[in-house]
C-alpha cells in the first residue's frame, strides 16, 4: 500500500506543497522574529519611540503585529490544508 502511495503522481504533488507551504511560513515568521530582535538588540532607540500623546511605544505595537501575523498565518495554513492538502492526502489513500 506505502509503495503504490510513493508511486502515485500526486504523493510528490502533495509533498511538495506541504513542505513549500510550511517552510515558507515558518521562516518568514523566523526572520520577522530575529529582525525585531536583532533591532531590539542594535537600535533601541527605534523602538521607544512613543506613538502619540499615549504610552504605547513602537516596540509594542510592532511586537504586537509580529504576533499577531504569526497568529493569521497558522490560520492561513490551516485552512490550506484543511481544504486542499487534506484533499490530496484523501486521494492518495484512495
Not at 515558507?24 to 512613543?50: A, D, E, Q, T
Amino acid at each position: 500500500m506505502k509503495k503504490e502511495i510513493e508511486e502515485n503522481k500526486n504523493y510528490d504533488k502533495f509533498i511538495l506543497l506541504n513542505r513549500l507551504l510550511s517552510f515558507s511560513f515558518s521562516l518568514f515568521i523566523l526572520v520577522l522574529y530575529f529582525s525585531f530582535v536583532l533591532v531590539i538588540g542594535f537600535k533601541p532607540n527605534l523602538l521607544s519611540i512613543f506613538v502619540g500623546e499615549t504610552f504605547v511605544t513602537t516596540g509594542i505595537l510592532i511586537g504586537l503585529l509580529i504576533i499577531i501575523l504569526s497568529i493569521l498565518l497558522t490560520l492561513v495554513y490551516t485552512i490550506i490544508s484543511n481544504t486542499y492538502l487534506d484533499k490530496l492526502k484523501e486521494d492518495l489513500e484512495k
